[in-house]
């Protein structure tokens, strides 16, 4: 919710991913918390937990990246990389921007989301948000 799995990397099972995997799937907890969360950012939420709620599992391994912000550069000599730090949805746009790049078009959007930001103290601002990974 999210949570640092304190395993060695090697040990650690990527597959099965999600709601297939027992290793990584969130307690009936995180419905509630999640409802919360919702009704504290935006009111029409307060009071609809019971329409929010379901048995279903949820879950899965994610990743993170030190700033809780993607990162999209080439990796390697032939490796181009688009680590989402689990954005999901709204990383939609990234793939005709990094498939401009890969055929030679530098993007000025992506630059701030390079690898090298770190090693440059290039760092996002934190955000405000109350969610951890936004």
């Known amino acids: 919710m999210p949570y640092k799995v304190e395993l060695d990397a090697d040990k650690v ?6 709601t297939e995997s027992p290793d990584y799937l969130a307690g009936k907890e995180f419905a509630e918390m999640w409802c919360s969360g919702l009704a504290f950012c935006q009111k029409r939420f307060e009071g609809q937990h019971i329409h929010y709620k379901y048995d279903e599992p949820s879950g ?10 993607p990162v999209c550069d080439v990796f390697r000599e032939n490796c181009y990389i688009i680590v989402d730090s ?32 770190y090693a440059e103290g290039k760092l996002h601002p934190v955000s405000s948000s109350p969610y951890p990974w936004s």
Do not use: Q, W
């Open 60 to 69: 899965g391994l994610g990743t993170m990246t030190p700033d809780s912000f």
């Open 86 to 117: 689990n954005h999901g949805y709204k990383m939609l746009g990234v793939g005709k921007l990094v498939a401009g790049e890969i055929c030679g078009e530098e993007s000025s959007l992506l630059k701030p989301f390079r690898f090298s930001r």
């Open 13 to 18: 099972k990527v597959d099965p991913y999600g």
